[in-house]
């Protein structure tokens, strides 16, 4: 028994996150993951025909992936809660470099190969802000 949900399980969750019932569940994140991991030769294609960087059609697919299930909010809901995991995030940062805001905006633009060679706005404005928070309080926290 596979405990993998099916895709209309992921689209009910879809239509649960679009009411704000749930958050972003964990199933839906590895099944989008699982979506790029299958057509990341066609994304690598994609990249070169659209002119665009592996991270901009990533961001592409994962987008097609959000509509195919449902897991989309309006322009003006993303935005507020791109804004506000931005402020999150600075204010972590703002902890951890003692309140140097230089330091932050430099943090934040620098491209980091922890998180494959891209800057922590692009993985943030790719919606993988949380991945960046996890980076930051593991650095926190001396891991």
């Not at 943030?124 to 593991?138: D, E, P, Q, T």
């Amino acid at each position: 028994m596979s405990l993998k949900p099916t895709d209309d399980e992921l689209r009910m969750m879809g239509e649960a996150y679009q009411l704000g019932v749930i958050e972003y569940p964990k199933e839906a994140q590895e099944a989008e993951d699982q979506y790029v991991y299958n057509h990341i030769e066609e994304i690598i294609g994609m990249c070169k025909k659209n002119n665009r960087t592996l991270e901009q059609e990533i961001g592409v697919y994962r987008g097609t992936w959000e509509i195919e299930y449902g897991f989309c909010r309006s322009e003006e809901v993303i935005n507020n809660l791109k804004n506000k995991e931005i402020e999150n995030i600075k204010s972590e940062l703002l902890s951890y470099f003692k309140g140097d805001e230089e330091k932050v905006k430099l943090w934040l633009k620098t491209p980091n190969m922890n998180f494959g060679d891209c800057s922590p706005m692009t993985l943030i404005h790719l919606n993988r802000g949380h991945k960046v928070m996890s980076f930051i309080k593991a650095a926190k926290e001396g891991y």
